[in-house]
């Protein structure tokens, strides 16, 4: 059986290896000890009395020695990973072995060695030991067949902790595909020095010609310490070059070990989109929600089934969801009873726009938040169909909220969107009356009634990303409604968690503003998504603008400008203050827009527009700024 098998054998034949190898070790430093003692003079050695008790001493020494690197973790140790922290444990242990013959050999009829032997030994024992610990990896390394010339010329950014793992992660691993051949690191102090042998050959600003210069195939950022937005300046700059890019995990990942080539992971659209995490007041929305009867309405849609699982975690007394799409339903169903297993859980199908069903569900069980996420959403499917998205959108709202009212549930909070502002689609001016249904019944009734509002979330129903993603796997084109479109995106979660933290917060009629971070150009958002796919924007697949739809914005705004703006304790939840309404007369136009919705008439914009002064409808796809 050749070294190598032993190595990687069976546990106890590669300890019993170990083993034998440094009880040889041991002794050859032993006699190597006596020989420096005795310039190196066998015969002379072999005088001396003490070689009368060498083998009683050798037995004694090696079973002494490996009772003490067993502690050390000699024996467990992967010799193709030896580094430091091995040789820091050969180095104590052998210390420890040294200082405890030097107390044996100083005691009256034991002291058969010279008072220096101990010490001698002992340090060439840690060098024997140390050099066969570090010999084999240097050995493996030296006559394992090299491949860098078929392997990915790659550019790793950061010369710190992280870029050090994932160098040594790419030189050890049998599984890289990566030949790092140079480093990029913005400390000025590391430029032209070498990290495990490779060069830090500039900055990030250095990048695209670094790239050019080694000829670059792929890069790795492996920096997980930096924020959202200097990781988003470094990856814009990456894609100036027509390289591959890879990130490592993040660095709660390298605190418990984790980094391994297999970990390491493309860059996303998330890493573009450049927004730090956001950080939600847990404890506040667990109190908000433990022991409570929850129902979510579209609990089966993307917002609606990440509220539901975000409660779940909170212990709620029964989580309710009202759903229309049976398949949704089953799937968010199966998904919470897999995971939470001893949540009170009922699903239950229906439309919001049966009002006869909806008080139903809310006599039946009663609940104490109810968070309403069930809305038409897409707006050029709406423009060809308004009067679809007023019965869904404002008659459901004002069922389930009536429902709220007269079953005296404590909360009621409306999920609104960022095109209820100015709004220039049905959809939008939908939801804005939605927003002025919540305000009037903060006013008449003892249910807190609250709204909150926020931009595109991304991977939803609907979203861009998923319709680009389908296009490019198509080969193209991708489509962009307007070379100057921007919009703001959050992740679904992140939003979800807001909402939580928002409804918490809901005292009186509030419309709680999420703050969404930088808005994003949706051409930049499309030609990163073909970069990151392995192609060139128009070379491999087109991006193709296609006019702004019907109804459709070049921006969205957040606020109105009659809103004003109040903080809140978090810094991304704000809070917009309520317009004046004429209830009297908002009762009245309900009631007219009501009737030509149950006629199905072709008045219905005109009669939003009316109630909605701030709802300006265009019908002919030109743009639309505010």
Same mark, same amino acid.
């Given at each position: 059986?050749?070294?190598?098998?032993?190595?990687?054998?069976?546990?106890?034949l590669?300890?019993?290896?170990?083993?034998?190898?440094?009880?040889?070790?041991?002794?050859?430093?032993?006699?190597?000890?006596?020989?420096?003692?005795?310039?190196?003079?066998?015969?002379?050695?072999?005088?001396?009395?003490?070689?009368?008790?060498?083998?009683?001493?050798?037995v004694?020494?090696?079973?002494?020695?490996?009772?003490?690197?067993?502690?050390?973790?000699?024996?467990n140790?992967l010799?193709?990973?030896?580094?430091?922290?091995?040789?820091?444990?050969?180095?104590?242990?052998?210390?420890?072995?040294?200082l405890?013959?030097?107390?044996?050999?100083?005691?009256?009829?034991?002291?058969?060695?010279?008072?220096?032997?101990?010490?001698?030994?002992?340090?060439?024992?840690?060098?024997?030991?140390?050099?066969?610990?570090?010999?084999?990896?240097?050995?493996?390394m030296?006559?394992?067949?090299?491949?860098?010339?078929?392997?990915?010329?790659?550019?790793?950014?950061?010369?710190?902790?992280?870029?050090?793992?994932?160098? /040594?992660?790419?030189?050890?691993s049998?599984?890289?595909?990566?030949?790092?051949?140079?480093?990029?690191?913005?400390?000025?102090?590391?430029?032209?020095?070498?990290?495990?042998?490779?060069?830090?050959?500039?900055?990030?600003?250095?990048?695209?010609?670094?790239?050019?210069?080694?000829?670059?195939?792929?890069?790795v950022?492996?920096?997980?310490?930096?924020?959202?937005?200097?990781? /988003?300046?470094?990856?814009?700059?990456? %894609?100036? #070059?027509?390289?591959?890019?890879?990130?490592?995990?993040?660095?709660? %990942?390298?605190?418990?070990?984790?980094?391994?080539?297999?970990?390491?992971?493309?860059?996303?659209?998330?890493?573009?989109?450049?927004?730090?995490?956001?950080?939600?007041?847990l404890?506040?929305i667990?109190?908000?929600?433990?022991?409570?009867?929850?129902?979510?309405?579209?609990?089966?849609?993307?917002?609606?089934?990440?509220?539901?699982?975000?409660?779940?975690?909170?212990?709620?007394?029964?989580?309710?969801?009202?759903?229309?799409?049976?398949?949704?339903?089953?799937?968010?169903?199966?998904?919470?009873?897999?995971?939470?297993?001893?949540?009170?859980?009922?699903?239950?199908?229906?439309?919001?726009?049966?009002?006869?069903?909806?008080?139903?569900?809310?006599?039946?069980?009663?609940?104490?938040?109810?968070?309403?996420?069930?809305?038409?959403?897409?707006?050029?499917?709406?423009?060809?169909?308004?009067?679809?998205?007023?019965?869904?959108?404002?008659?459901?709202?004002?069922?389930?909220?009536?429902?709220?009212?007269?079953?005296?549930?404590?909360?009621?909070?409306?999920?609104?969107?960022?095109?209820?502002?100015?709004?220039?689609?049905?959809?939008g001016?939908?939801?804005?009356?939605?927003?002025?249904?919540? %305000?009037v019944?903060?006013?008449?009734?003892?249910?807190?009634?609250?709204?909150? /509002?926020?931009g595109?979330?991304l991977?939803?129903?609907?979203s861009?990303?998923?319709?680009?993603?389908?296009?490019?796997?198509?080969?193209?084109?991708?489509?962009?409604?307007?070379?100057?479109?921007?919009?703001?995106?959050? #992740?679904?979660?992140?939003?979800?968690?807001?909402?939580?933290?928002?409804?918490?917060?809901?005292?009186?009629? %509030?419309?709680?503003?999420?703050?969404?971070?930088?808005?994003?150009?949706?051409?930049?958002?499309?030609?990163?998504?073909?970069?990151?796919?392995?192609?060139?924007?128009?070379?491999?697949?087109?991006?193709?603008?296609t006019?702004?739809?019907?109804?459709?914005?070049?921006?969205?705004?957040?606020?109105?400008d009659?809103?004003?703006?109040?903080?809140?304790?978090?810094?991304?939840?704000?809070?917009?203050?309520?317009?004046?309404?004429?209830?009297?007369?908002?009762?009245?136009?309900?009631?007219r827009?009501?009737?030509?919705?149950?006629e199905?008439?072709?008045?219905?914009?005109?009669?939003?527009a009316?109630?909605?002064?701030?709802?300006?409808?265009?019908?002919?796809?030109?743009?639309?700024?505010?």
């Amino acid at each position: 059986m050749n070294q190598k098998s032993l190595l990687h054998g069976s546990k106890p034949l590669r300890v019993a290896f170990l083993v034998s190898l440094d009880i040889l070790l041991i002794n050859v430093a032993s006699i190597l000890a006596l020989l420096i003692l005795e310039n190196f003079n066998w015969d002379r050695m072999m005088d001396r009395a003490y070689m009368g008790h060498i083998m009683v001493y050798s037995v004694v020494s090696s079973v002494l020695t490996i009772l003490i690197f067993f502690p050390f973790k000699l024996y467990n140790s992967l010799w193709e990973f030896a580094g430091i922290d091995e040789l820091m444990h050969v180095s104590v242990a052998g210390a420890i072995v040294s200082l405890l013959k030097f107390i044996v050999n100083s005691i009256d009829g034991l002291d058969f060695f010279p008072i220096s032997y101990p010490i001698i030994s002992g340090l060439l024992l840690i060098a024997l030991v140390g050099i066969s610990r570090i010999g084999y990896r240097a050995l493996r390394m030296l006559i394992r067949p090299s491949n860098a010339s078929v392997k990915r010329r790659t550019l790793l950014i950061g010369a710190g902790n992280a870029g050090s793992m994932a160098l /040594r992660e790419f030189q050890t691993s049998v599984k890289s595909v990566n030949n790092v051949v140079c480093i990029v690191d913005d400390d000025f102090n590391k430029r032209g020095n070498y990290l495990r042998g490779v060069k830090v050959a500039g900055n990030r600003n250095d990048i695209p010609a670094i790239v050019e210069k080694y000829r670059i195939e792929e890069i790795v950022l492996a920096i997980p310490t930096a924020d959202n937005q200097d990781r /988003r300046d470094i990856l814009k700059i990456c %894609q100036k #070059t027509d390289c591959h890019l890879k990130t490592l995990p993040g660095i709660f %990942q390298l605190a418990n070990g984790e980094v391994a080539i297999q970990k390491i992971r493309d860059v996303s659209v998330l890493d573009l989109l450049g927004r730090d995490s956001v950080k939600v007041d847990l404890s506040d929305i667990s109190a908000f929600l433990r022991g409570k009867t929850i129902l979510v309405t579209g609990g089966g849609g993307s917002i609606g089934s990440e509220l539901c699982r975000q409660i779940a975690k909170n212990e709620p007394k029964e989580l309710v969801i009202f759903e229309i799409y049976e398949n949704n339903a089953y799937d968010i169903q199966q998904e919470l009873l897999r995971n939470y297993p001893d949540l009170h859980l009922s699903v239950v199908i229906g439309s919001v726009r049966d009002k006869d069903r909806v008080d139903m569900i809310f006599r039946q069980y009663r609940p104490d938040v109810v968070f309403h996420a069930a809305a038409h959403k897409h707006v050029p499917l709406m423009e060809v169909s308004p009067n679809e998205a007023i019965k869904n959108n404002v008659f459901g709202t004002l069922n389930v909220a009536s429902a709220a009212d007269r079953f005296h549930a404590k909360k009621f909070v409306l999920i609104s969107t960022d095109k209820a502002v100015n709004p220039t689609n049905i959809m939008g001016a939908s939801k804005r009356l939605c927003e002025m249904i919540v %305000q009037v019944f903060a006013n008449r009734s003892e249910t807190c009634f609250a709204a909150v /509002r926020f931009g595109n979330v991304l991977g939803s129903n609907g979203s861009v990303i998923p319709l680009f993603k389908k296009q490019i796997e198509a080969g193209g084109p991708v489509t962009v409604t307007h070379k100057d479109i921007i919009r703001y995106f959050m #992740t679904i979660p992140e939003a979800v968690s807001l909402v939580l933290q928002a409804g918490a917060y809901a005292v009186h009629g %509030q419309i709680f503003v999420l703050d969404m971070g930088e808005p994003v150009r949706i051409d930049d958002l499309a030609r990163n998504m073909i970069r990151l796919s392995g192609f060139t924007p128009d070379v491999d697949i087109a991006v193709k603008y296609t006019g702004l739809r019907p109804g459709e914005k070049l921006y969205e705004e957040m606020l109105m400008d009659e809103e004003g703006l109040q903080t809140t304790e978090n810094e991304l939840i704000h809070i917009g203050k309520p317009l004046e309404i004429d209830e009297a007369l908002f009762d009245r136009q309900l009631s007219r827009l009501k009737q030509a919705c149950l006629e199905n008439s072709d008045r219905i914009v005109d009669l939003v527009a009316e109630i909605v002064p701030t709802y300006h409808p265009k019908r002919s796809g030109e743009p639309v700024h505010s």
